[in-house]
Nanobody
Framework: QVQLVESGGGLVQAGDSLRLSCAAS????????MGWYRQAPGKEREFVAA???????YYSDSVKGRFTISRDNAKNTAYLQMNNLKTEDTAIYYC??????????????WGQGTQVTVSS
């Protein structure tokens, strides 16, 4: 099972940018669909973005146009570039690695999460 470690979270002001990283163990990184999810206080975990091994990307409507997901298969790392951050983006952000199952949130592997706090 792949091990995931997120980094890059922090406290920023509205309108600022952050880049999250997700470093994965193992030698088959390119075969995984990498995703980012987030969970705000008192809310359920929600999908943010995903990228296939070939680079096809998917975004939630709430972040489309502001966030960009990418991956570097040579470095076993996925990224989430977050621009024009809003207070409602405040959450713990989790990285997910999935082999293309029907439900990555259930069958995928998770990192420990990284806190993103956006102040007004």
């Amino acid at each position: 099972q792949v091990q995931l470690v997120e980094s890059g979270g922090g406290l920023v002001q509205a309108g600022d940018s952050l880049r999250l990283s997700c470093a994965a163990s193992g030698r088959t990184f390119s075969s995984y669909v990498m995703g980012w999810y987030r969970q705000a206080p008192g809310k359920e975990r929600e999908f943010v973005a995903a990228i296939s091994g070939s680079g096809r990307t998917y975004y939630s409507d709430s972040v489309k146009g502001r966030f960009t997901i990418s991956r570097d298969n040579a470095k076993n790392t996925a990224y989430l570039q977050m621009n024009n951050l809003k207070t409602e983006d405040t959450a713990i952000y989790y990285c997910n690695a999935d082999r293309g199952t029907i439900d990555p949130a259930v069958f995928g592997s998770w990192g420990q999460g990284t806190q993103v706090t956006v102040s007004s």
